[in-house]
């Protein structure tokens, strides 16, 4: 490399074969993103980074590649969401309840990510326990928008995707319950993916909902996305007993391929009122390019997107109630200093130890989940979810993907939505179909709107599908620019 400042400017590929060439070390690059890290603790991106344990990784890296055994990523660096368990970096999960943790194991995604070579930077701010849509509700305080610092990031993986606009990192690792990479990947301008469920394993990503909850990865190009995704993914069977019996693949490989004949269905229920114009306006522009490149859009109908917003958050909240349950002071995590007996303990622990909106998810999940309510509100939501599903395989026989807004608006004000929980849960609109239904699903910049905000398009394909997606919004991107932007001052 000539210039070290220009390391952040690389893509992922890029800055691979910078390092296989040996025209920079793994070490300089290391210590490059986390300088820039350091120069912008402002955004709150980061909650934790560890340069001891950077450059140690970075040293081996350099090892690796001087040997001739490098990994397809030897020495690239990269960050992770704090939902992740990682040896040498705390782990929080946004909470107070596992703050200092430090776990004895790395994720398995973290691991898969290490032996490809990738060089930990450090872990990346969330909401608490990955549940939000703003990244308000995580106990280290908010992630900023690098478009606009009085914005929020999304969530739950807003430290990720304002990491990786502000070009913290080239690249960081995201879960998605119901949004969580594709809504902040949108409101930061980058490129996101949440595959298909079970396609990454789940060990040792901090549980939430764990019918819904999947690893992926959020970068400046789905060129980028397919290249880390391809070490994060593949079976794990004697951890994760609902990781998908699927190979590993290699999602670069198609990549480039042709979407002419293409058919995107464009489903009615995510243009309807609530949908703004100015993100209508750079979705529809984005569906004309399409058609410019070959695809045909067909209209189809997702009929139960509304109820997708009540299921989730019935089943969510369940599941969350009971994975939480392990949070009780004894085995790990925050203990209350002073108590009366074991079940003050438990008391004055998860009341110290969890913030505002886990305690009201604990509060409905436990509800749905009680005698006498459980076949009112958890089994109807089970059987609503199901149809769902169903009615994706219904729009799946029409079209081969489908292409929607990822939001209904663009990022908005921190604090915008005050203490009002609703006003979050209702802009998961259009995310939370493809969560519940189990489907990948992506989104990529495709131009601004108001306040100069960027919008994303959001793509979802049927299950395992992750190739076809990658490549759809490859194309689109070697057509356009937009994912090339970047916010004032970086
Ligand atoms: N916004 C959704 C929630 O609050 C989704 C979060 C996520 O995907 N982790 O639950």
Redesign the pocket.
């Known amino acids: 490399m000539t210039q070290s400042t220009d390391l952040h400017d690389l893509t992922v590929a890029e800055l691979a074969s910078a390092l296989r060439d040996r025209k920079v070390s793994a070490v300089e690059t290391a210590q490059h993103f986390l300088a820039r890290a350091q120069s912008h603790t402002d955004l709150g991106a980061f909650l934790e980074t560890n340069t001891d344990a950077t450059l140690a990784q970075a040293r081996a890296a350099d090892a690796r590649l001087a040997a001739g055994s490098a990994g397809v990523l030897e020495g690239v660096p990269m960050a992770h969401k704090d939902i992740f368990v990682t040896r040498d970096f705390a782990t929080t999960a946004g909470s107070r309840m596992l703050d200092g943790y430090h776990s004895p194991f790395d994720a398995t995604v973290v691991s898969r990510l290490a032996d490809a070579g990738v060089v930990t930077l450090g872990k990346l701010n969330c ?1 608490e326990f ?4 703003a990244n308000e509700n995580s106990a280290f305080g908010p992630v900023k928008n690098p478009w606009d610092i009085t914005r929020t990031p999304g ?3 807003g430290g990720s995707a304002a990491a990786v606009a502000a070009r913290l990192t080239p690249v960081a690792t995201g ?7 594709r ?1 902040p990947a949108s409101f930061c301008g980058i490129t996101g993916i949440k595959p298909t469920y079970g396609r990454a394993s789940r060990y040792g990503m901090v549980a ?2 764990s019918s ?2 999947q690893a992926g990865v959020l970068a400046r190009s789905a060129q980028d996305c397919a290249l880390v995704l391809s070490s994060m993914c593949g079976p794990d069977p004697e951890r994760d007993s609902t990781s998908l019996d699927v190979p590993a693949e290699d999602f670069t490989r198609t990549l480039a391929e042709p979407i002419k004949g293409l058919r995107i269905g464009v489903p009615a229920e995510f243009f309807g009122e609530g949908l703004a114009p100015d993100v209508r306006a750079a979705v529809d522009a984005a569906l004309k390019e399409y058609e410019a490149l070959g695809a045909r859009l067909v209209p189809i109908s997702l009929p139960r997107t509304e109820l997708s917003i009540p299921v ?2 019935i089943i ?1 909240p369940a599941e969350a109630s009971s994975n939480l349950s392990r949070f009780d002071g004894v085995k790990f995590g925050h203990r209350a200093k002073e108590f009366k007996d074991l079940n003050d303990m438990y008391e004055q622990t998860r009341a110290e130890g969890f913030g505002d ?1 886990v305690k009201r ?1 604990i509060m409905i999940g436990t509800y749905v989940l009680s005698h006498g309510y459980y076949d009112a509100y958890y089994l109807q939501a089970q059987k609503i979810r199901r149809m769902i599903a169903d009615d994706f395989q219904q729009a799946f026989q029409q079209c081969d993907v489908i292409a929607g807004p990822v939001a209904p608006t663009v990022a908005w004000a921190l604090g915008g939505h005050g203490n009002d929980p609703l006003a ?2 209702l ?2 609109i259009f ?2 179909p493809a ?1 519940l239904a189990g489907l990948p699903g992506m989104s990529l910049p495709v131009g601004f709107g108001a306040g100069n905000l960027p919008v994303g398009l959001q793509l979802i394909g049927n299950h395992l599908s992750e190739s076809r997606l990658l490549n759809v919004a490859h194309r689109f991107q070697q057509a356009t620019d937009w994912h090339t932007r970047r916010p004032q001052g970086i």
């Open positions: 909401d990955a549940m939000g849509s969530g739950s993986s879960t998605d319950t119901g949004g969580s990479i809504q939430f909902a819904l909850d989730y958050y969510a909106e998810r979050d849960y802009a998961d995310t939370l969560s």
